[in-house]
């Protein structure tokens, strides 16, 4: 399956975007899919997870409250609302997609490309 990550990009603390995450090519309800995010001298973290059919989900707990992911298996993508951004949160975003269906899998088998979020304070 390939992945297309889109949405990222420039505002101010206490706002929202929206991340995308596009889907082609294998079965897209097969998977469970993450998002992730790599800050500037960090390692990458996880920051949340969707079951295949988008009823189980799971969070970081920094996220908590204000991320929420969802998907839409006929548009085969997923979505990372991020509201009350702060600027902990700038960072390279990525999604992921693991054909195991876990959430908190430590695998995951195929990657999108990053889309970057800056969050200014």
């Known amino acids: 399956v390939q992945l297309q990550a889109s949405g990222g990009g420039l505002v101010q603390a206490g706002g929202s975007l929206r991340l995308s995450c596009a889907a082609s090519?294998?079965?897209?309800?097969?998977?469970?899919v993450g998002w992730f995010r790599q800050a500037p001298g960090k390692e990458r973290e996880f920051v949340a997870a969707?079951?295949?059919?988008?009823?189980?989900?799971y969070y970081v707990d920094s996220v908590k409250g204000r991320f929420t992911i969802s998907r839409d298996n006929v548009k085969t993508t997923v979505y990372l609302q991020m509201n009350s951004l702060e600027p902990e949160d700038t960072a390279v975003y990525y999604c992921?997609?693991?054909?195991?269906?876990?959430?908190?899998?430590?695998?995951?088998?195929?990657w999108g490309q990053g889309t970057k979020v800056t969050v200014s304070s």
């Open positions: 992921a997609a693991n054909r195991a269906g876990l959430l908190r899998a430590t695998l995951w088998d195929y």
């Open positions: 090519g294998r079965t897209f309800s097969n998977y469970a």
């Open positions: 969707i079951s295949r059919s988008g009823v189980s989900t």
